[in-house]
């Protein structure tokens, strides 16, 4: 003590609540327990702190021992320590071998800093010497960040929400207390760590790979900006090479964007999606992506994207998922004005790739289409004569030209067995022979349709009448020598529906968990009749909402029915649907133009059907809450034979363990497959997929992924195994993700 203190020691048990207003302003609220204290205080006072009725701004300092804990009101703060001591005015401290524990609300976690010693400088902020700082509360974590000196540092952000941020030298990056990754200085949020993931794997057309992604902002030294996210990807190959990329996204102000960029200097042949090799020369490869939403106001939205990619099989070969399930890429923007039921839009389109690299365009149309530029008005749903009839239309003028697939199939790695040509011969020549043309052409076009929605007897009746007008200025006599420059098309139909129900109280049966019965039968019909000046098979298809609409006369008729009982038991009743079974059947005149192997029909707009004589039907039953079945199934009246069917069931048989199987038939492409999964959570760590598929057809296996993960307290490791028939590759990796600091 000083020449004007003196002190009070307390031992036995001790309990110290302070609230006072410190040196930096900031009022603060902190307990204090231990086994023992010694508080520095002026002599006169002794008597009072022994009562426990001293005056806050009269202590000058308390020293605790003995499994010390100093707490905040509302916990924002926890500090453990064999001793302490706490400067009361100053609203500091210095602990030894301790514990702090803070909570980060911008990952909703408990943050953990242990320190050999650490001090607390203000009131929200404290450094610590020989630091280890996790979201684990075990004394060896299994991820955590280790410094030789840290900063801990809780802020407010502009609308009162906490952060919690670091400044670190002579950081590294820890495994069980083993250094794995060492930077010399960080700042910013724990999120912010450089290291995110990183994955190991062996396959048979790229080797031994590692693939790694870090924090850009971490790697700087900087804290990551509110809204956005950086990753840089670090990848090598032990036979093909090495690559590196940045993905980055941001959302500010109303305006959403992403965007990537991949390299790779590639020193092997390519293994495509179709199980093809294509031999390439090395070299440096890529892509680059870009798209964006912004609100520009209350009614105007601007869409921006852009893709460029190397060359025609990257896709295929290092995005194979992306070849299979992305939507196409394209290079363009859109500004669309909406307000209300309308709708303003004005696009326009260039491909900065003469190649496609999606499966299913490529399989459709092998060529993509650019627009310069499209401009269209449409309003759905209008109101006219107190509701009595309902209004949609649509105007549109388009400049437009194809852009064909100038390589082989041989060059892409695609098989040709669908495509009826010789694999060294270029889709647009096929393109070009049947007509086909590169040049720009405009076209205009316009459609309207009016209903009036009735109802008779419970039945509700909608009349509907189609016209739609399209124009071009060129007639397209080298496709096709019925084709005209100017189409007309009418359509008018009827729509019907009703719904009756039933319920039968009497039903119980505890076996099928049927307690009360609802049986609700919704028939509906639709009879179609539409007429085209020219047929949809002599225009080039640009657009396959505008082109390729079909014409002639269907009806389709069906049922909807719906049975739902009361599941759960007395104070916790719920209405759930026991089984839906639903069933249609189509029929077409012999003049209706069938467009596909798979008929299809679309009551919205019949002109956009698969037409085609056939019934469809779906079934689901659910005889309990962990137990599912599923099928459905089209079989076409012309070629008497079901062209697509599926079967399927899913049980939970515990919290724990679920299993998955379904069969599949398109008869189409000569697929039948069967497809099964199983996912079993071992232990509250341990989980572990399987998930083969079998193909009859071939009576082989097609696929099969195993994956077991390891669940830790920060992050989630994982191995896979996976093997593909069709490119005959077979890949073991693991990778270490989901980082959560």
Known sequence: PGEDEDVV????????????????????????????????????????????????????????????????????????????????????????????????????????????????????????????VSTSEFYTPHIALGAQRVTVTQLDDEVGRERTEFVAKHTTLRASDVPIFYWPRFAGRLQDVPLRSVTLSERRNRGVGIESRWNVFGLLDRPTPDGVDTTLRLDAFSERGVGGGLDSSFHVDGHEAASELYGIWDTGDDRTNAGRTVERDDGMRGLALWEHRGELGRNWTLQTQASYISDET????????????????????????????????????????????????????????????????????????NDTVTYSGSIGVSRMRFRFERHTPAELGVRTGGFGIDPDIPFSTVLADQGLHEQFVTRGDTRHEIAVPLEWNHIQLTPFLTARATIYDDDFAEFSTDADDLRFFGAGGLRMSTQLQRIHEDVESRLLDLHRLRHVVEPHATLWYGHSTVSNDHLPTYDPLVEDIGHGTALAFGVRNTWQTKRGGPGRWTDADVLRANSQVVLNSNDANRRSPHPQFFQYRPEYSQFGDHLYSSLMWLPSDTLSFLGELTYDFDTTEVTRSSIGMELRHSPVLLSIIEYRNLSASGTELLGMRWAYQATPKYSVSLRPQWDFRASRFRALRLELARSFPDFELIFQVNYDDIRDETSVGASLGRVTF
């Open 9 to 132: 020691v307390l031992t036995g048990g001790v309990v110290v609540e302070y609230a006072g207003e410190g040196l930096d302003g900031q009022w603060t609220e902190i307990t204090l327990q231990a086994e023992h204290a010694v508080v520095f205080t002026h002599p006169e006072l002794r008597d009072q702190i022994m009562r426990g009725q001293v005056e806050a701004e009269t202590v000058r300092g308390i020293y605790l021992e003995g499994n010390v804990l100093a707490a905040t009101e509302g916990d924002e703060y926890q500090v453990r320590a064999p001793r302490v001591f706490y400067d009361v005015q100053r609203d500091q401290a210095l602990m030894v071998d301790s514990v702090l524990r803070t909570r980060s609300r911008d990952i909703d976690a408990p943050i953990y800093s242990r320190a050999a010693e650490m001090r607390q400088v203000a009131r929200n902020q404290w450094t610590a010497e020989r630091a280890r």
């Open 314 to 385: 990257f896709v295929t070969m290092w995005r194979p998922d992306d070849f299979q399930d992305r939507r196409e890429y394209e290079t363009g923007a859109a500004l669309q004005y909406q307000d209300d039921n309308a709708a303003l839009t004005i696009a326009g389109q260039y491909e900065l790739n003469d190649f496609i690299s999606n499966d299913y365009l490529l399989a459709s149309r092998q060529r993509q289409v650019d627009r310069a530029p499209e401009a269209s008005y449409q309003r759905f749903g209008d109101s006219w004569f």
